[in-house]
């Protein structure tokens, strides 16, 4: 059973930043792409960025764009997401997930239980 553990999250004033890290337990994270999603009040779960296996390819929602980077350290098992210039519109429960391939655009199979950030205005 994969265990996935967000830290991170908090309050932060717009145009602040903040890193988010995700811990994956089990010996084959390097082998799994991972994802990070967020859900804010009254919305649906939407997709924020995707990294594969090896960190060398990343896709990213439009609206995040320019601003998050995700990135893995295989070593460590974990997976981060730097938040810049974070805006009001940006305050949700984030959530990482493993996929189940090693490649972009595959299903998720496990989640985190997430960590809420709130950006003030």
């Known amino acids: 059973q994969v265990q996935l553990v967000e830290s991170g999250g908090g309050l932060v004033q717009a145009g602040g930043s903040l890193r988010l890290s995700c811990a994956a337990s089990?010996?084959?994270?390097?082998?799994?792409?991972m994802g990070w999603f967020r859900q804010a009040p009254g919305k649906e779960r939407e997709f924020v960025a995707v990294?594969?296996?090896?960190?060398?390819?990343?896709s990213y929602a439009d609206s995040v764009k320019g601003r998050f980077t995700i990135s893995r350290d295989n070593a460590k098992n974990t997976v981060y997401l730097q938040m810049n210039s974070l805006k009001p519109e940006d305050t949700a429960v984030y959530y990482c997930?493993?996929?189940?391939?090693?490649?972009?655009?595959?299903?998720?199979?496990?989640w985190g239980q997430g960590t809420q950030v709130t950006v003030s205005s």
């Open positions: 997930a493993r996929s189940r391939a090693s490649g972009l655009g595959t299903p998720y199979d496990y």
């Open positions: 089990g010996r084959t994270f390097s082998r799994y792409a």
């Open positions: 990294i594969n296996w090896s960190g060398g390819s990343t």
